[in-house]
């Protein structure tokens, strides 16, 4: 079946660095793939929309600069977390749709940052 | 705005028995998916179950029913035979059917434990 992978699975940093994850499509393309963020034992909040071809949609009270993301190809988007703090230590889950009727979620990135 | 309700934040039962996960919902479209998502220790998101709100008869993927209402904007997972690999939190969710670039929307989950 169609599969989403991440990387990395999990990444620790110091604080002021910048950190990427990558998130693919491996066996089908996705115009639009989705970033969210988990908390420990919260549910996932929606961070933004990666749209391939042009900018991503964010939801509200996500910092854009904080927060960057490119849709490079259609298998392929990255979030990039800039001057990474430890408040910015999550869990992230990407997700792209095959179809209407389904979607297909990534194993996640455990960010830790020191 | 569409929004998810689940009221349950913990529920648990004994291994063999059945047990029903409430959700409700908010929305003024008349036609979108709701889904049931498990989410084990590992973090992983697992689709349980999909209801396409068109359909009256409510879905079934082997131990895992729902009971949609549409009018009332209920959609219930009732698990039967809960085996211990069933302890997960489980989330209910949202999309417009519209689009297959709509983003899902998610309730805020009930942490499902089984007793052995």
């Known amino acids: 079946g169609a599969v989403v992978s991440q990387h990395p699975s999990r990444v620790i940093c110091k604080s002021g660095t910048s950190v990427k994850i990558e998130c693919r499509s491996l066996d089908f393309q996705a115009t639009t793939m989705f970033w969210y963020r988990q908390f420990p034992k919260k549910s996932l909040m929606l961070m933004a929309t990666s749209n391939e071809g042009s900018k991503a949609t964010y939801e509200q009270g996500v910092e854009k600069d904080k927060f960057l993301i490119n849709h490079a190809s259609l298998t392929l988007s990255t979030l990039t977390v800039t001057s990474a703090h430890p408040e910015d230590s999550s869990f992230y889950i990407c997700?792209?749709?095959?179809?209407?009727?389904?979607?297909?979620f990534g194993p996640g990135t455990r960010l830790l940052v020191l | 705005a569409q929004t998810v309700t689940q009221s349950q934040p913990e529920m648990s039962v004994q291994e063999a028995e059945t047990v029903t996960l409430s959700c409700t919902y908010d929305t003024s479209e008349s036609d979108y998916y709701l889904f049931w998502y498990k989410q084990p220790p590992s973090r992983q998101m697992i689709l349980v179950i999909r209801q396409e709100a068109y359909k009256q008869q409510n879905a079934t993927e082997n131990r895992f029913s729902v009971n949609f209402q549409k009018a009332a904007k209920s959609f219930s997972l009732k698990i039967s035979d809960s085996q211990l690999g069933d302890a997960a939190m489980y989330f209910c969710a949202y999309r417009n059917s519209r689009l297959r670039d709509d983003k899902i929307i998610f309730g805020k989950g009930t942490r499902l434990h089984i007793l052995p």
């Open positions: 997700s792209a749709p095959s179809s209407v009727e389904t979607q297909y």
